[in-house]
Protein backbone atom coordinates (compact mmCIF):
# COMPACT_ATOMS: atom_id res chain seq x y z
CA UNK A 1 0.00 0.00 0.00
CA UNK A 2 1.44 3.70 -1.10
CA UNK A 3 1.55 6.81 1.69
CA UNK A 4 -1.66 8.55 0.80
CA UNK A 5 -1.03 12.37 0.38
CA UNK A 6 -2.87 14.58 2.05
CA UNK A 7 -5.03 17.39 -0.36
CA UNK A 8 -4.58 20.87 0.63
CA UNK A 9 -2.38 20.06 3.57
CA UNK A 10 1.33 21.09 4.01
CA UNK A 11 4.52 20.33 5.80
CA UNK A 12 6.51 23.62 6.71
CA UNK A 13 8.81 22.84 4.15
CA UNK A 14 6.17 23.44 1.66
CA UNK A 15 6.10 19.77 0.58
CA UNK A 16 2.82 17.69 0.93
CA UNK A 17 2.36 15.25 3.24
CA UNK A 18 2.27 11.86 3.72
CA UNK A 19 0.40 9.62 5.35
CA UNK A 20 1.20 5.89 6.64
CA UNK A 21 -0.66 2.89 5.74
CA UNK A 22 -2.08 2.73 9.41
CA UNK A 23 -2.36 6.53 9.39
CA UNK A 24 -3.86 6.56 5.91
CA UNK A 25 -6.69 3.77 7.22
CA UNK A 26 -7.33 5.43 10.55
CA UNK A 27 -7.78 9.03 8.16
CA UNK A 28 -10.27 7.28 5.56
CA UNK A 29 -12.32 5.21 8.67
CA UNK A 30 -13.05 8.36 10.51
CA UNK A 31 -13.30 10.64 7.19
CA UNK A 32 -16.19 7.70 5.67
CA UNK A 33 -17.94 7.95 9.54
CA UNK A 34 -18.37 10.91 9.09
CA UNK A 35 -19.96 11.21 5.66
CA UNK A 36 -16.76 12.69 3.83
CA UNK A 37 -17.76 10.33 0.85
CA UNK A 38 -20.84 11.22 0.15
CA UNK A 39 -20.54 14.99 0.30
CA UNK A 40 -18.70 17.62 1.61
CA UNK A 41 -15.89 17.14 4.42
CA UNK A 42 -15.74 17.76 8.03
CA UNK A 43 -13.52 17.82 10.21
CA UNK A 44 -15.87 18.18 13.09
CA UNK A 45 -17.83 15.45 12.09
CA UNK A 46 -14.41 12.98 11.56
CA UNK A 47 -13.41 14.29 15.44
CA UNK A 48 -16.69 13.69 16.97
CA UNK A 49 -16.97 10.67 15.77
CA UNK A 50 -13.45 9.45 16.91
CA UNK A 51 -14.25 10.71 20.26
CA UNK A 52 -17.90 8.71 20.62
CA UNK A 53 -16.29 5.91 19.82
CA UNK A 54 -13.69 6.00 22.36
CA UNK A 55 -16.41 6.99 24.65
CA UNK A 56 -18.50 3.82 23.64
CA UNK A 57 -15.65 1.35 25.27
CA UNK A 58 -16.13 3.85 28.43
CA UNK A 59 -19.12 4.06 28.58
CA UNK A 60 -19.88 0.35 28.58
CA UNK A 61 -16.93 0.13 31.12
CA UNK A 62 -18.74 2.35 33.73
CA UNK A 63 -22.16 0.29 33.33
CA UNK A 64 -19.95 -2.70 34.29
CA UNK A 65 -18.42 -1.01 37.34
CA UNK A 66 -21.93 0.26 38.36
CA UNK A 67 -23.25 -3.36 38.20
CA UNK A 68 -19.84 -5.03 39.67
CA UNK A 69 -19.99 -2.37 42.76
CA UNK A 70 -23.65 -2.83 43.10
CA UNK A 71 -24.38 0.92 43.42
CA UNK A 72 -27.88 0.35 41.73
CA UNK A 73 -31.11 -1.86 43.21
CA UNK A 74 -31.59 -4.22 41.11
CA UNK A 75 -28.35 -5.14 40.28
CA UNK A 76 -28.15 -5.13 36.79
CA UNK A 77 -29.81 -1.56 36.18
CA UNK A 78 -25.98 -0.68 36.06
CA UNK A 79 -25.44 -2.98 32.97
CA UNK A 80 -28.97 -1.33 31.61
CA UNK A 81 -28.19 1.86 31.65
CA UNK A 82 -24.66 1.25 30.51
CA UNK A 83 -25.78 -0.50 27.44
CA UNK A 84 -28.73 2.36 27.07
CA UNK A 85 -25.62 5.01 26.74
CA UNK A 86 -23.81 2.56 24.65
CA UNK A 87 -26.85 2.38 22.37
CA UNK A 88 -27.53 6.38 22.36
CA UNK A 89 -23.70 6.67 21.29
CA UNK A 90 -23.76 3.80 18.46
CA UNK A 91 -27.30 5.76 16.84
CA UNK A 92 -25.07 8.85 17.60
CA UNK A 93 -22.28 7.68 14.77
CA UNK A 94 -25.25 6.44 12.44
CA UNK A 95 -26.21 9.59 12.28
CA UNK A 96 -23.18 12.05 12.04
CA UNK A 97 -23.45 12.18 8.36
CA UNK A 98 -26.18 14.64 9.59
CA UNK A 99 -26.15 17.28 11.90
CA UNK A 100 -28.35 15.38 14.55
CA UNK A 101 -24.81 13.12 15.34
CA UNK A 102 -23.35 15.94 16.94
CA UNK A 103 -26.63 17.19 18.57
CA UNK A 104 -26.65 13.53 20.31
CA UNK A 105 -23.15 13.39 21.14
CA UNK A 106 -24.33 16.62 23.20
CA UNK A 107 -26.87 14.67 24.95
CA UNK A 108 -24.64 11.72 25.40
CA UNK A 109 -21.93 14.00 27.43
CA UNK A 110 -25.04 15.19 29.58
CA UNK A 111 -25.98 11.57 30.42
CA UNK A 112 -22.69 11.17 31.47
CA UNK A 113 -22.30 13.61 33.79
CA UNK A 114 -25.82 12.38 34.77
CA UNK A 115 -23.98 9.37 35.79
CA UNK A 116 -21.95 11.08 38.27
CA UNK A 117 -25.25 11.06 40.90
CA UNK A 118 -24.93 7.35 40.81
CA UNK A 119 -20.75 6.58 40.46
CA UNK A 120 -19.41 9.95 41.88
CA UNK A 121 -16.17 8.60 40.94
CA UNK A 122 -17.10 8.56 36.82
CA UNK A 123 -17.37 12.57 36.77
CA UNK A 124 -13.76 12.91 36.32
CA UNK A 125 -13.70 10.97 32.71
CA UNK A 126 -17.13 12.72 32.09
CA UNK A 127 -15.44 16.06 32.76
CA UNK A 128 -12.52 14.60 30.49
CA UNK A 129 -14.23 13.50 27.38
CA UNK A 130 -17.07 16.76 27.73
CA UNK A 131 -13.40 18.88 27.47
CA UNK A 132 -12.26 16.40 25.05
CA UNK A 133 -15.54 16.97 23.23
CA UNK A 134 -15.82 20.73 23.36
CA UNK A 135 -12.00 20.64 22.07
CA UNK A 136 -12.61 18.84 19.53
CA UNK A 137 -16.32 20.88 18.45
CA UNK A 138 -14.17 24.45 18.40
CA UNK A 139 -10.95 23.21 17.08
CA UNK A 140 -13.18 21.38 14.42
CA UNK A 141 -15.23 23.98 13.07
CA UNK A 142 -11.86 26.17 13.02
CA UNK A 143 -10.31 23.93 10.37
CA UNK A 144 -13.52 23.07 8.60
CA UNK A 145 -14.20 27.69 8.17
CA UNK A 146 -10.27 27.00 7.21
CA UNK A 147 -10.85 24.80 4.58
CA UNK A 148 -13.50 26.42 2.92
CA UNK A 149 -11.92 29.88 2.77
CA UNK A 150 -8.42 28.09 1.39
CA UNK A 151 -10.60 26.00 -1.40
CA UNK A 152 -12.77 29.35 -1.99
CA UNK A 153 -9.12 31.44 -2.50
CA UNK A 154 -7.89 28.15 -4.87
CA UNK A 155 -11.20 28.31 -6.80
CA UNK A 156 -11.24 32.29 -6.93
CA UNK A 157 -7.01 32.10 -8.54
CA UNK A 158 -8.10 29.14 -11.40
Known amino acids: MSPRK ?3 ASAEDGEEL ?3 PSETLAHNSAMRVSGARSGRQSTQRALASIVL ?3 LIIVFL ?4 VFGLSLLEPRELG ?18 RGGLGIKLGWAVHAL ?3 VAFIMPMSLFVSLVFLALWI ?12 RAAWLASQGATD
Open 6 to 8: IRG
Open 53 to 55: GFE
Open 79 to 96: IYIGIGLCLVIVVALACM
Open 112 to 114: MLA
Open 62 to 65: MGMT
Open 18 to 20: QLS
Open 135 to 146: FCMVRGAQIDRD
